[in-house]
């Protein structure tokens, strides 16, 4: 990408609650943005088309999305709450959620089989 050149390609809308996080999944043609209301929203980068929303964090603004490798599930963490969610994104289904009380970051392993949670007391769980 030339960051130098860029461009809008596609206006997905505008948000009250505004946009938080943003990821992509290249593989799939998706991207993923979240907001400070909870929400999560699936995007087709190519066409700009809303394929998914999710209330992923009720109210609470959702920090950290990401895309599981294969790109059918998303991990969700909000500053808030405190949690983390891992969903099946098509189906709005939340498979797993671990309650992270003091957790201040979020992140998968490159093969999505581990979540590491880090903690703002300096400590993380794997």
Request: net charge negative; with cysteine.
């Amino acid at each position: 990408m030339n960051y130098c050149n860029c461009q809008q390609v596609h206006a997905t809308g505008a948000w009250d609650e505004g946009v938080i996080q943003a990821v992509w999944k290249p593989a799939v043609t998706r991207a993923a943005t979240s907001d400070a209301g909870g929400q999560v929203y699936v995007w087709n980068y190519s066409s700009g088309e809303l394929v998914s929303s999710l209330d992923a964090h009720f109210r609470s603004k959702v920090t950290v999305v990401c895309f599981t490798p294969c790109g059918e599930q998303l991990m969700t963490y909000s500053d808030e709450e405190k949690n983390v969610k891992i969903w099946e994104w098509q189906a709005g289904k939340c498979l797993h959620e671990w309650d992270r009380r003091s957790a201040s970051a979020a992140r998968l392993s490159p093969d999505g089989r581990f979540a590491l949670v880090g903690r703002s007391d300096g400590t993380c769980n794997l």
